[in-house]
């Protein structure tokens, strides 16, 4: 295996992210960081069977001390939930975890978001370990130590910060990754672009062919990018009291499309996560942001073209009323004192956070198409 590329996250519970093919193998690199005797090895019904077995085995190689305990979870947003949770704590109970346990968080960033709020809360915090195996959460999710569940108001209403010891994003994983999910954790690399770096869009457009291919070099390098922009923001901001909350770009209005959909993960007319973010970039981000005369509607179009050209969604759902949707707007953790505080943005390459947007520009840019 070649060395893996990294990406240094610093600030005060400083980590490093590695990328590269076959990590989930190396049991050597995966228990640098297990302090104690105790891991609990949690994953999704999908991921399960397709890598439990073989990171179990590698940790045990590599510790033969080490009790570890896989618990399997259903997959799917629809069970990001506090009995999901319980169901973890109940596991590392069963272990008899102690304070120097390790959580490794293997699938994509419902188990990321799971598996951190458990090691946030058991015995008031223990090292999370995230292997993630989308590509949405090896370049978004599983950095900068956000962990959370939904309730039915609302995604991630119930959370904390507490960030990974360390991330093993291994991309031989995304071979195996359905395609609609592939192309769903690009929305957010393009988000990267679209946020603050134009070249890096420039560069999505022509790479489109190899990030969709799935060999590992473009991969690798989209994952590093992303990953090298999300560390510098969340070292600067990690509490999210000024420039992280740009990484919320598309995400207001695409939790509001999730929570009306009622995370119904099994539908396949629903869309997922990224695919909603996709539908909120354009909608109402650039468009409300077009419309007010903050940037060109040409940077728009080229948006809407580059998540069309990667086969996502860009309009809003059949039968999503608009006045619905601003109401679960409403409720986004961002708004301050009553008022939607939207990230809008100046062009490609510059977003920006509005905190007091105007609710009927919003509602009328949701009823275009
Ligand atoms: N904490 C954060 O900062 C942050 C940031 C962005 C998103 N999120 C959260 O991440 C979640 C979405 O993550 P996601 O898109 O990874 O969804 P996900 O975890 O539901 O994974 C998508 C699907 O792919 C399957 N899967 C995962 N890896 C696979 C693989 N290698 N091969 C085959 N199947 C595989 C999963 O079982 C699931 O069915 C949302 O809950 C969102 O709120 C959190």
């Given at each position: 295996m070649s060395a893996p590329r990294t990406v240094d996250v610093g600030g005060d519970a400083p980590y490093r992210i590695e990328i590269g093919p076959g990590l989930l193998a190396d049991g050597a690199r995966l228990t640098t960081h297990a302090r104690g005797r105790h891991a609990l090895l949690l994953t999704d019904s999908h991921v399960a069977p397709l890598y439990a077995a073989a990171v179990e085995?590698?940790?045990?190689?590599?510790?033969?001390?080490?009790?570890?305990?896989?618990?399997?979870?259903?997959?799917?947003?629809?069970?990001?939930?506090l009995a999901s949770f319980g169901a973890v704590?109940?596991?590392?109970a069963a272990l008899g975890a102690t304070r120097d346990a390790t959580v490794y968080a293997l699938g994509g960033g419902v188990v990321g978001d799971l598996a951190g709020f458990a090691a946030a809360c058991w015995m008031r915090g223990v090292d999370c370990v995230q292997l993630p195996t989308t590509l949405l959460s090896m370049v978004d999710s599983s950095v900068g130590g956000k962990t959370a569940v939904d309730i039915p108001q609302g995604k991630n209403l119930v959370g904390a910060f507490h960030p990974p010891r360390a991330v093993f994003a291994d991309t031989a994983a995304l071979r195996t990754l359905p395609p609609r999910e592939l192309r769903a954790g690009l929305t957010e690399v393009i988000k990267y672009g679209a946020i603050r770096d134009p070249r890096f869009f420039e560069w999505l457009d022509t790479e489109r062919e190899a990030l969709l291919a799935g060999d590992h070099r473009a991969p690798a390098e989209a994952i590093a990018r992303s990953c090298e922009h999300k560390a510098g923001i969340v070292e600067r901001d990690p509490l999210e009291k000024g420039e992280r909350a740009l990484l919320n770009l598309g995400h207001t209005f695409g939790h509001a499309i999730e929570a009306e959909q009622g995370y119904s993960g099994d539908d396949r007319d629903a869309l997922v996560h990224g695919e909603a973010v996709a539908v909120g970039m354009v909608l109402p981000s650039a468009r409300l942001s077009a419309r007010l005369g903050m940037a060109p509607d040409?940077?728009?179009?080229?948006?809407?073209s580059l998540l069309l050209d990667y086969g996502l969604p860009v309009d809003v759902p059949a039968g999503l009323a608009p006045d619905a949707l601003l109401a679960r707007m409403r409720l986004d953790k961002k708004n301050l004192a009553g008022r939607l505080r939207l990230v809008l943005w100046r062009g490609i390459g510059r977003a920006e956070v509005v905190p007091d947007v105007d609710e009927a520009q919003v509602l009328e840019v949701l009823g275009t198409r």
């Open positions: 085995a590698a940790l045990r190689d590599a510790r033969p001390e080490l009790r570890v305990a896989i618990h399997v979870m259903p997959a799917g947003e629809a069970h990001k939930t704590i109940d596991a590392l040409a940077d728009t179009q080229r948006l809407r």
